[in-house]
């Protein structure tokens, strides 16, 4: 039903009124309640997402079927449709309507889309009443280019306040974060995501569809925070409290310029829904607003606009030159300024320059088209000169042939961007691209089946939005971390759980894991290490604690184990490791740190551990526990402990005082122990058994400090290569002694050396299959293995045979061990008869 708006007008002509006013004051919501009170009505609003969401409003009151809604890249236009919802740019102004309204009308004066403001100011009427709504600046202006135009003034009806600066982890919850820059919005919302449980991001590049999921999913309240671009500024209606800058300069398409008063207040605006006051503040250390910026917004005071954009709509397409001329024609006003070349007549410009674009505009129907053909947005925003190349190529095909594009050309475009795979930029990118063959597919005639490819590419946009949504709240939404931050905020005891595989649960979300006796935080939940987090680990591990300390303490001996970093394990997991004790045989336990263990608890558990550990060795190094329980006194007591501390094998010459000491009583009690004395070394035979061989490798990297520990080679190895990465020691410790550059088993070696005395015996000799066989390498491998014994290799003979010689004593060695007689009538000899006497 009809109702009369408070203002004067004269009841005669159609009413004309600027309803102005800061943000908050109800104007969009009143433009759209009088236009639902006519018969018809048209609104162009600033942005398509707006557009969309102000649609949504009117159809859900009228229906469908009474609304169109018309952007550049959405047409939805019932044949009953009655109000058309549209942005600015798209508004069919040859439908008469009985209701007009533009809304933000003091983006007159943008440099970009100021001029079709302008042209919307001056010309567009409704039969009965038009409603421009804005910015109290545009006042002056709009009186003395409109006259006859009634004001309106709203005020807001809520209170913003500026609260200075915060830290972007210490904002309010129901905060909008802004800045200017995808990247920026980016590491914003990463930010919030890593410390308090992430946040919805808003930019203009976003589909509605996109956009008004994002939104949603901070009106839902999974999310405490959204960050967003400018384009928040113009008529989102949220539930936000306070906007934090986390940037005071834009782009603006040409320079970096700071914000000014008006375009804050625009943007801070948003803070306070109807009756609820709001703030304003900076972020991320910016260094804030100044004294002058403040009290403007507060008081919503700001400096007038000067002048408006123009630029002439009456355009003559008789000709290319006719054309660019009346585009470029001055305004016909005080006030008005000739808009910049926009990207629709920089393109147009580009064009008339490639002389076989303008000789196929040699008429004015093909100047029209071509000008329409540049009207084509650059929604791509990709190099000027590939925007205006497609622009040329679109038009010499809809100016040859039957005048429609080509079916094989446009339908690889559109299905080159029907893919979802890609991060967020790729798909932002394809949402750009798809919107332009969008907005082709809607222009009349361009297209045969126009239909079939508006509904295509309207599908693959939503499957994009649909598919760059879910990445955006993959990449910046934890919504377990949100759960914690706000139980931890308002001090709830958070309910924790642990199950059967250690995974510890706080409110249903996963935050950590424990092992053993040891709580590992989830890394992403790092940052809320507080009380509440930790008191609710703390009440779910605690039983937990205890129920495995008990269970361990009864638990059998196989349940223990340790594994290549000397980490002793229990049920598969970590819970102390070895260290390095008095000797190579006795290491000791060190359980690894957990804070969740009392001293009392961890004296049982390292009590238990110690018992095991030393059943665990005694088992494997029987021989050495006999050796060191045998009684043994004088030498053979000093050379079974030297074999003790050596882990049972060591060289002979470390022990040849010892040796020479023995009676043959000792040799017979050490042999019975299984003591061999050999040429090279003195070790017990049974600790160079395999299982032997895999306890040593363990006990020597223990006090060594080595890790991880050697992996033992199983099995009856006579002899390995020398690996370089590992200390000489740790082959004496396993009992080899390296001899060249390979390892020999200290038994084996003096079984060699005593094969090759006894052939040595004859003369040169050549090795036997069984001497190679029992060094277990190959022909080659085992010279080199005699060469490092000292035998000499002479050259090979001609069937190739090499032969081996002990070394040879040298000449001066048999002088010195041949004692000669004196000669007695040397004068030497006379002097040896000499004595000398006291004096």
């Not at 042209?119 to 409704?126: K, P």
Request: hydrophobic residues 45%; positive net charge.
């Amino acid at each position: 039903m009809y109702r009369p708006f408070e203002g004067p007008h004269n009841d005669h002509e159609p009413r004309v009124t600027a309803v102005l006013g800061p943000t908050n004051t109800g104007k969009t919501h009143l433009a759209v309640e009088r236009m639902l009170g006519y018969a018809s009505g048209m609104i162009g609003l600033p942005l398509r997402l707006l557009a969309r969401e102000i649609y949504d409003r009117v159809a859900a009151k009228v229906g469908v079927r009474a609304v169109a809604l018309i952007t550049g890249e959405e047409k939805l236009v019932p044949k009953t449709a009655r109000y058309f919802v549209c942005t600015v740019e798209s508004m069919p102004l040859e439908r008469p309507v009985a209701f007009l309204a533009v809304d933000e009308i003091q983006l007159c004066a943008d440099d970009q889309r100021g001029h079709v403001f302008t042209e919307r100011l001056l010309h567009a009427r409704g039969r009965e009443e038009t409603m421009f709504l804005g910015a109290e600046t545009i006042r002056p202006l709009i009186r003395r280019l409109a006259p006859g135009i009634s004001f309106v003034t709203r005020p807001r009806f809520s209170t913003l306040s500026h609260t200075g600066a915060k830290k972007l982890t210490r904002l309010p919850p129901r905060s909008v974060v802004v800045a200017f820059s995808a990247t920026d919005v980016y590491a914003r919302a990463e930010t919030l995501r890593r410390q308090c449980g992430g946040a919805a991001v808003v930019m203009g590049a976003l589909s509605p569809r996109t956009r008004n999921a994002q939104v949603a999913l901070y009106q839902a309240g999974e999310v405490d925070y959204l960050v967003a671009t400018d384009a928040i500024g113009m008529g989102l209606n949220m539930d936000v409290d306070h906007v934090a800058f986390a940037a005071l300069r834009k782009f603006d398409g040409r320079v970096s310029r700071d914000l000014t008063a008006a375009e804050v207040a625009q943007i801070a605006g948003r803070a306070g829904r109807h009756m609820n006051d709001g703030t304003f503040g900076v972020t991320a250390d910016v260094a804030g607003f100044t004294p002058d910026v403040i009290e403007a917004v507060e008081s919503h005071s700001f400096s007038r606009l000067k002048t408006l954009n123009w630029r002439n709509h009456r355009l003559d397409f008789s000709s290319l030159s006719a054309l660019v001329r009346e585009l470029d024609r001055p305004p016909p006003a005080r006030g008005l300024i000739r808009a910049p070349d926009a990207e629709d007549s920089l393109a147009l410009k580009a064009l008339a320059g490639n002389e076989a674009i303008a000789a196929l505009a040699s008429h004015p129907d093909a100047v029209r088209l071509l000008w329409d053909v540049c009207r084509i947005p650059d929604y791509r925003k990709v190099m000027v000169d590939a925007h205006i190349a497609l622009v040329g190529r679109i038009f010499r095909h809809l100016i040859v042939g039957d005048g429609r594009l080509p079916t094989d050309w446009f339908a690889p475009q559109v299905a080159g961007l029907d893919r979802i795979d890609g991060d967020i930029d790729t798909l932002v990118g394809r949402i750009a691209h798809i919107r332009t063959w969008t907005y082709i597919s809607h222009r009349s005639g361009w297209l045969p089946d126009a239909a079939h490819w508006q509904d295509l590419t309207r599908a693959i946009e939503d499957r994009l939005s649909d598919a760059l949504h879910e990445r955006l709240t993959q990449r910046f939404v934890d919504r377990r971390t949100a759960v914690l931050v706000r139980g931890m905020k308002r001090d709830d005891k958070l309910y924790a759980v642990v199950a059967k595989d250690g995974e510890v649960t706080v409110e249903g979300y996963y935050i950590g894991r424990l092992t053993g006796f040891s709580f590992r935080a989830d890394r992403a939940s790092a940052p809320f290490e507080g009380k509440a987090l930790e008191n609710a680990a703390r009440r779910a591990l605690k039983d937990e604690i205890n129920r495995r300390i008990t269970r361990l303490m009864e638990d059998r001996s196989g349940a223990f184990t340790i594994d290549d970093h000397a980490r002793l394990t229990w049920r598969g997991a970590p819970i102390a490791r070895l260290v390095a004790g008095p000797t190579a045989a006795a290491p000791r336990i060190e359980l690894i740190a957990s804070d969740l263990l009392s001293n009392t608890a961890s004296a049982r558990l390292a009590a238990r551990l110690e018992d095991w550990l030393g059943g665990y060795i005694a088992r494997r190094v029987k021989p050495l526990a006999r050796l060191g329980d045998a009684g043994l006194t004088g030498s053979a007591r000093g050379l079974a402990y030297q074999l003790i501390e050596c882990l049972g094998s060591m060289p002979r010459r470390g022990a040849t005082r010892e040796i020479n000491a023995l009676a043959p009583k000792d040799r017979a009690a050490l042999s019975r122990l299984g003591v061999r004395i050999g040429r090279q070394g003195v070790y017990l035979a049974a600790m160079l058994k395999p299982t032997s061989r895999a306890v040593r490798a363990l006990l020597w990297a223990v006090h060594a400090g080595w890790d991880p520990v050697p992996a033992a080679t199983p099995g009856k190895v006579f002899s390995m290569p020398v690996d370089g990465a590992l200390p000489r020691g740790y082959y004496a410790a396993i009992g080899y002694r390296i001899v060249g550059r390979r390892a020999v088993r200290l038994d084996v070696v003096d079984r060699i050396l005593v094969c090759a005395d006894k052939l040595s015996r004859s003369g040169p000799f050549t090795p036997t299959e069984e001497m190679v066989m029992l060094a277990g390498c190959d022909v080659e491998s085992f010279g080199a293995l005699l060469a490092g014994l000292g035998f000499r290799a002479s050259p090979p003979d001609n069937q190739g045979a090499v032969f081996y010689s002990p070394p040879a004593r040298s000449r001066q060695t048999k002088r010195k061990r041949r004692r000669k007689s004196a000669n007695p009538s040397s004068p030497f000899a006379k002097l040896a008869t000499l004595r000398v006497s006291a004096s």
